[in-house]
């Protein structure tokens, strides 16, 4: 053989190498997800102990969540507690367990829940939109935890996780029971529904979708088919934008889908469109002024396209406050990326505002 020849069979051998590579890449990449940085949504430790629990909010809708307790606590103390609340569409097995692990392991007595509509809570027809439910779950979530007699009701915080962190602020507004409020990748709903991201959606857009939400209630209530709207996407394409992939890369991969028993996996993250324009009249940063003297801390990835939530309602926040900018981290690294995640952060926060 020539060495001319050989050569071209070598040429030959990595051309077919990097069209295989590509083929591969190419058939993988929609099941694919990043777990890159610790990704570990379903994180489980052996240091706590978790229960499943369930309580009543102020409209006697039954809350469902998961109470972690460190294994080493001291019952016959009074310990404090955090509330975990998950993020806007999700369940508490998304991102909420994970938080509430983590700080569980670190000595306090945590609970996540699934808000109203959502999960394992009560709440007809599923999916719903109801903001000051939402909050309402909050403070059901103080009403139980401050009974417990190994909880200290006068330390209780709450922490937030994208939607959820409206949600708490919301709620801890009128509730001066939460001493400590944090939230991670907040997404204020309300702006986001009046005016999308960066103020992108014009005001007749808006009053496109109240009126085609409107027009849809006389179809539901005449017993025609609910309709669901936003979300994320449920297929891979080429097509999609980078906010659209990176919560599809969560919610519709193993990283992160997770189903309650009886629902659709096809449903998850997307609210009614007839309850979801009640967004438009949710205004959780008004008054936020109020919530001092009691501390606030707002966490955000550098790179995350929900930035402006959490730098608007630190601005209009008065002291003490603190903004937390992770770098290098975007909206949804802050779900599940134990290795981005500031968690001594959150712990010496919540350690000096519930001691």
């Known amino acids: 053989m020539t060495e001319e020849n050989k050569m071209q069979i070598t040429k030959r051998i990595r051309t077919f190498i990097t069209i295989l590579g590509v083929f591969t890449m190419t058939n993988t990449s929609a099941m694919a997800q990043d777990m890159s940085n610790g990704a570990n949504n379903f994180y489980k430790s052996e240091k706590v102990t978790v229960q499943k629990v369930t309580f009543k909010n102020q409209y006697n809708m039954k809350v469902a969540g998961n109470l972690f307790t460190p294994k080493d606590v001291n019952k016959s103390a009074k310990s404090a507690s955090i509330i975990v609340g998950h993020p806007m569409g999700a369940v508490k097995e998304q991102s909420a367990n994970l938080y509430a692990t983590k700080l569980a392991e670190r000595g306090f007595v945590t609970l996540s829940i699934d808000l109203s509509f959502w999960g394992e809570s009560e709440g007809q027809p599923r999916n719903a939109v109801l903001p000051d439910m939402y909050a309402e779950d909050f403070s059901a979530a103080v009403d139980y935890l401050g009974i417990q007699p190994f909880v200290d009701k006068e330390r209780i915080g709450v922490l937030g996780i994208c939607g959820s962190g409206s949600f708490a602020i919301s709620a801890a507004k009128i509730d001066q029971r939460m001493k400590a409020i944090a939230t991670v990748s907040m997404y204020d709903m309300g702006a986001a529904n009046?005016?999308?991201?960066?103020?992108?959606?014009?005001?007749?857009?808006?009053?496109?979708?109240?009126?085609?939400?409107?027009?849809?209630?006389?179809?539901?209530?005449?017993?025609?088919?609910?309709?669901?709207?936003?979300?994320?996407?449920?297929?891979?394409?080429?097509?999609?934008?980078?906010?659209?992939?990176?919560?599809?890369?969560?919610?519709?991969?193993?990283?992160?889908?997770?189903?309650?028993?009886?629902?659709?996996?096809?449903?998850?993250?997307?609210?009614?469109?007839?309850?979801?324009?009640?967004?438009?009249?949710?205004?959780?940063?008004?008054?936020?002024?109020?919530?001092?003297?009691?501390?606030?801390?707002?966490?955000?990835?550098?790179?995350?396209?929900?930035?402006?939530?959490?730098?608007?309602?630190?601005k209009l926040a008065v002291e003490p406050k603190e903004l937390l900018i992770i770098p290098s981290a975007g909206h949804v690294d802050m779900y599940d990326r134990?290795?981005?995640?500031?968690?001594?952060?959150?712990?010496?926060f919540f350690k000096k505002n519930l001691k």
């Open 194 to 314: 009046r005016n999308a991201l960066n103020h992108s959606l014009t005001l007749e857009q808006r009053k496109k979708i109240i009126a085609d939400a409107a027009e849809q209630r006389y179809i539901e209530f005449t017993g025609g088919e609910t309709k669901y709207t936003s979300g994320t996407v449920d297929e891979l394409t080429e097509k999609l934008n980078p906010i659209e992939r990176e919560f599809y890369d969560f919610y519709r991969t193993p990283r992160g889908e997770f189903t309650p028993k009886g629902a659709s996996p096809k449903l998850t993250t997307h609210p009614t469109l007839t309850s979801n324009v009640k967004f438009m009249n949710f205004y959780p940063f008004n008054d936020i002024d109020t919530i001092s003297p009691r501390p606030m801390l707002f966490i955000a990835g550098e790179t995350a396209h929900s930035k402006e939530f959490s730098e608007d309602a630190y």
């Open 338 to 348: 134990v290795n981005l995640i500031p968690w001594d952060k959150l712990d010496s």
